[in-house]
């Protein structure tokens, strides 16, 4: 473990990309076949078992350290499955006692990365990028080969281990398997759709961007599954999605979609009637749900035995078209005529829709990155941004947070840029939960601030962006404001600090204050 912990160390005292690469392709080499999966998970600031349930509180108060490191990754991985394991009565004092013991077994490196990791706050720049990097390096292997094999699994983890034990002959092995979600494709954004048009070839798609939740399908034999952009089944919670999609001409297919909830008028309601449908479970002999949702697919990756996703953009929704009906697409508009896009991004919006999506005819699909072929245009700047920390409220909020303190991704670093700080847009039912949550993800306070762990994300609506002395990246977001959360997305989905700088240009005058 403490290789592990010296690891974290060297990659985040160096910003060059390739001295991250080289100390963790050395770490991964030096690992057992078994302890791969684990040390990378560590080393990207994640945990294989994702929640354990570990707060601020049982972090606060380590005990002494150990002199001599004898922790095993083997030993802290079995650890934290135990405290993940702990329920009932007594719960919290049972955890806190687990974590102690564990700590105490810790040289003082190794709590420190150990604290680091259950709290959310290492932050050395080990994104999946650098890793998928390091993992070739280390077993010697193109990195294509790597982000490819980690698209089709989804995980780091078993690609870093079949890549160490059996280099590309086993990356080769990682194939769509229908009933396994892949990471999906991402769009980059334009601040219009003549931008968009620009940086694409003379014809393109334009389709609907809906203010929903992104659906993959897998379809086999009948049986269908419905996964989430960060790869959890939710098939049990959209039973009206699973219907329609069964009654589909086909013997298996994936597809990629968006499901939201509808009014009569075909209007969209508010985004949390949505996220409520898709968070929650319908009960067991409950009935037909309240608010059904819609399913609006605009993507088939893979369709009766054949493989798509190298497919051009233009094959691919010829075959979505042979086996899905209208009423089940995407409203999509293949044009060559920015003017004429522009009139399908209007109305779009005037149905209350978010924008648009613009497709290259041409790209494959590239799951898992956020490429040119897909540019979303919206009619305001929007972000979705990290929040790193809130202020108790006065006044009227006082006894909440509500003042959040917002960060962009620094790819770089694998940290967080402050943008700002906002408490408009919030309901009092908002500042009740998040108060409540934040409270739950607190790493420390120092009396007006509680500083959290970065993993909520936030959907900014802004007016521009603006020089600031105030904050490190020397920008800031004006008139900033609370859209909704993301429980969708994970912290690292979150918009780069480049992202940010690429939707709304910088403006001449700073920053008041």
């Known amino acids: 473990m403490v290789e592990i912990a010296r690891t974290s160390a060297e990659v985040a005292g160096t910003s060059k990309r390739k001295a991250k690469v080289a100390a963790l392709a050395e770490r991964l080499r030096g690992a057992e076949p078994a302890e791969a999966p684990i040390a990378v998970a560590y080393l990207s600031g994640e ?11 049982a972090l606060r108060e380590a005990p002494p350290p150990a002199a001599e490191p004898s922790l095993t990754v083997a030993e802290v991985d079995a650890a934290f499955t135990e405290i993940g394991a702990v ?29 680091r990791l259950l709290s959310g706050e290492l932050r050395q720049g080990a994104l999946d990028g650098v890793m998928a990097e390091a ?5 010697g292997v193109p990195a294509a080969e790597v982000r490819r094999a980690v698209m089709l699994r989804g995980a780091l983890g078993p690609v870093a281990a079949a890549a160490l034990a059996g280099g590309g002959a086993a990356l080769r092995g990682f194939t769509l398997e229908v009933g396994r979600p892949i990471r999906p494709m991402l769009a980059a954004a334009a601040p219009s759709v003549d931008e968009a048009f620009a940086k694409l070839a003379a014809e393109a798609a334009v389709e609907w961007k809906l203010d929903g939740i992104r659906a993959q399908v897998h379809v086999r034999e009948g049986e269908v599954r419905v996964f989430t952009r960060t790869l959890d089944d939710i098939t ?29 008028d075909a209007t969209p309601y508010p985004f949390q009637v949505t996220g409520a449908r898709t968070a929650t479970r319908t009960a067991k002999g409950a009935g037909a749900p309240q608010v059904p949702l819609s399913v609006f697919l605009f993507d ?10 190298d497919a051009p953009g233009a094959e691919r929704d010829a075959a979505l078209v042979r086996a899905v009906p209208a009423e089940l697409r995407m409203p999509r508009l293949v044009t060559g005529d920015p003017a004429a896009a522009k009139r399908f991004f209007d109305d779009a919006v005037a149905r209350g829709h978010e924008g648009v999506v613009v497709k290259s005819l041409d790209t494959p699909y590239t799951a898992g990155r956020r490429g040119a072929g897909w540019i979303k245009v919206k009619p305001r700047h929007t972000l979705d941004l990290v929040v790193l920390a809130a202020e108790w409220g006065h006044g009227r909020r006082e006894g909440y947070l509500s003042n959040l303190h917002l960060g962009a991704r620094d790819p770089g670093t694998g940290g967080f840029v402050m943008l700002g700080k906002t408490f408009k847009g919030m309901t009092d039912e908002l500042l009740a939960w998040q108060t409540e949550r934040f ?46 959360y993301r429980p969708d997305k994970a912290a690292g989905e979150a918009d780069t600090i480049d992202t940010v700088r690429a939707v709304a240009p910088v403006l001449d005058h700073p920053a008041p204050g």
């Open 236 to 264: 049990a919670r959209l039973p009206e999605v699973v219907t329609a999609v069964r009654g589909l001409p086909v013997r298996d297919a994936v597809f990629d979609g968006e499901v939201i909830a509808l009014r009569p």
């Open 439 to 484: 409270r739950e993800l607190a790493v420390r306070e120092d009396g007006w601030t509680v500083h959290i762990r970065p993993e909520l994300v936030v959907e900014i609506a802004f007016d521009g962006v603006q020089h600031s002395t105030r904050y490190p990246g020397g920008i800031a977001l004006r008139f900033a404001r609370v859209l909704r």
């Open 87 to 115: 329920a009932g009565q007594g719960s919290v004092a049972r955890r806190r006692a687990l974590v102690a013991a564990l700590l105490g077994r810790a040289t003082a490196q190794e709590q420190g990365f150990l604290i």
């Open 47 to 57: 945990l294989p078992q994702r929640q354990i349930g570990v707060g601020y509180a």
């Open 300 to 309: 088939v990756l893979h369709l009766d035995g054949a493989d798509l996703l």
């Open 135 to 139: 993992i070739a390096a280390a077993a």
